[in-house]
């Protein structure tokens, strides 16, 4: 072997062995940025866990204290009953504690028209119906919205006049099909044949789905806006309506109060109608949302529950959401 060809093959061997290095090098680092990153991801997301974590229990003890606030403000009251100025709207703002700062928000849900009434227990309330139809009537809509919804809650796929049942909904670009039960959110209306994006938008200020547990939840007369007074009754006009609605301010302590104020005294001697509105009204708010906000560091965690008073005035959660109950604002 000639001395040129050893130089040769000395030469390959430590390129070889320089590659080798190489790649041994590169594998370190890659083995060394892999364990690092895993490290990371892994302490992010045990700081992500801590933090809900955390807030989880801080919207427990907003959630407590909403009760509290709910059943002291009945406790300081002779006769209960709620208004749009009650103390409990307040909520609390910028808390802060360990470690991060909390928020919570209440609003009164008995305001608006719970379209779940318009069905109960197998068949169509007559008084809610003819209410609904009334209010449908003065803003200027489709009766057949009120048809709709009612083939939506029933159980049957026999349309109504003015109804649809899933043979229209299959149609649709995806499909779907009407429920057989009651509404779980305000935003499902938008699924009615009838419903437009613009209709929604005319109804969402006066209508809400609650849950109807055999009996039929009540609208406060004290929060009520003008609107739904009218729908109460034709001889309602808008300057009584409005008259009725204080400006915001009413807080009627009884139902009878209420009966016995200006004009409203004619109409409600006239028989029956005591009895008819009292099956619509009440002066207590008895659905309730409850926003708690938790900000902690860099994150944000809120959640929203749906709370139904007692007769004491406490407050029971009977579904929680990570969406308002209310409907959503465009």
């Given at each position: 072997?000639?001395?040129?060809?050893?130089?040769?093959?000395?030469?390959?061997?430590?390129?070889?062995?320089?590659?080798?290095?190489?790649?041994?090098?590169?594998?370190?680092?890659?083995?060394?940025?892999?364990l690092?990153?895993?490290?990371?991801?892994?302490?992010?997301?045990?700081?992500?866990?801590?933090?809900?974590?955390?807030?989880?229990?801080?919207?427990?003890?907003?959630?407590?204290?909403?009760?509290?606030v709910?059943?002291?403000?009945?406790?300081?009251?002779?006769?209960?009953?709620?208004?749009a100025?009650?103390?409990?709207?307040?909520?609390?703002?910028?808390m802060?504690?360990?470690?991060?700062?909390?928020?919570?928000?209440?609003?009164?849900?008995?305001?608006?028209?719970?379209?779940?009434?318009?069905?109960?227990?197998?068949?169509?309330?007559d008084?809610?119906?003819?209410?609904?139809?009334?209010?449908?009537?003065?803003?200027?809509?489709?009766?057949?919205?009120?048809?709709?919804?009612l083939?939506?809650?029933?159980?049957?796929?026999?349309?109504?006049?003015?109804?649809?049942e899933?043979?229209?909904?299959?149609?649709?670009?995806?499909?779907?099909?009407?429920?057989?039960?009651p509404?779980?959110?305000?935003?499902?209306?938008?699924l009615?044949?009838?419903?437009?994006?613009?209709?929604?938008?005319?109804?969402?200020?006066?209508?809400?789905?609650?849950?109807?547990?055999?009996?039929?939840?009540?609208?406060?007369?004290n929060?009520?806006?003008?609107l739904?007074?009218?729908?109460?009754?034709?001889?309602?006009?808008?300057?009584?309506?409005?008259?009725?609605?204080?400006?915001g301010?009413?807080?009627?302590?009884?139902?009878?109060?209420?009966?016995?104020?200006?004009?409203?005294?004619?109409?409600?001697?006239?028989?029956g109608?005591?009895?008819?509105?009292?099956?619509?009204?009440?002066?207590?708010?008895?659905?309730?949302?409850?926003?708690?906000?938790?900000?902690?560091?860099?994150?944000?965690?809120?959640?929203?529950?749906?709370?139904?008073?007692?007769?004491?005035?406490?407050?029971?959660?009977?579904?929680?959401?990570?969406?308002p109950?209310?409907?959503a604002?465009?």
């Amino acid at each position: 072997m000639g001395v040129g060809t050893v130089a040769t093959n000395l030469t390959k061997q430590k390129g070889m062995a320089m590659l080798t290095a190489l790649l041994l090098v590169a594998l370190a680092t890659s083995l060394a940025s892999s364990l690092w990153y895993g490290t990371a991801a892994d302490l992010a997301r045990v700081r992500f866990l801590q933090h809900n974590y955390q807030a989880k229990h801080m919207m427990y003890g907003l959630l407590l204290w909403a009760s509290d606030v709910l059943e002291q403000d009945y406790e300081n009251d002779d006769t209960p009953s709620d208004g749009a100025d009650d103390g409990w709207l307040q909520g609390i703002q910028n808390m802060p504690v360990e470690g991060a700062v909390l928020s919570g928000r209440l609003k009164g849900m008995s305001h608006c028209f719970n379209v779940n009434n318009l069905w109960q227990q197998g068949q169509v309330s007559d008084i809610h119906y003819q209410y609904f139809l009334r209010l449908l009537q003065l803003m200027k809509l489709d009766v057949a919205i009120a048809d709709q919804i009612l083939d939506w809650l029933d159980a049957d796929q026999l349309p109504r006049p003015k109804g649809a049942e899933d043979v229209v909904y299959l149609g649709r670009q995806p499909s779907y099909q009407t429920a057989g039960g009651p509404f779980m959110h305000v935003n499902q209306l938008q699924l009615l044949d009838a419903i437009t994006p613009s209709i929604f938008d005319a109804l969402k200020p006066y209508v809400c789905v609650l849950p109807v547990t055999g009996l039929s939840t009540k609208m406060n007369v004290n929060t009520m806006p003008p609107l739904l007074l009218r729908a109460l009754d034709q001889r309602i006009t808008v300057p009584l309506a409005n008259s009725l609605y204080q400006d915001g301010r009413a807080h009627y302590n009884s139902l009878d109060a209420f009966f016995q104020t200006s004009d409203m005294a004619i109409i409600t001697n006239s028989q029956g109608i005591k009895e008819q509105f009292a099956t619509l009204l009440s002066v207590q708010t008895r659905y309730i949302e409850a926003q708690a906000s938790v900000s902690i560091e860099n994150s944000l965690h809120v959640n929203y529950a749906l709370l139904r008073r007692t007769d004491r005035g406490a407050s029971v959660v009977i579904q929680r959401s990570q969406s308002p109950f209310s409907a959503a604002e465009r």
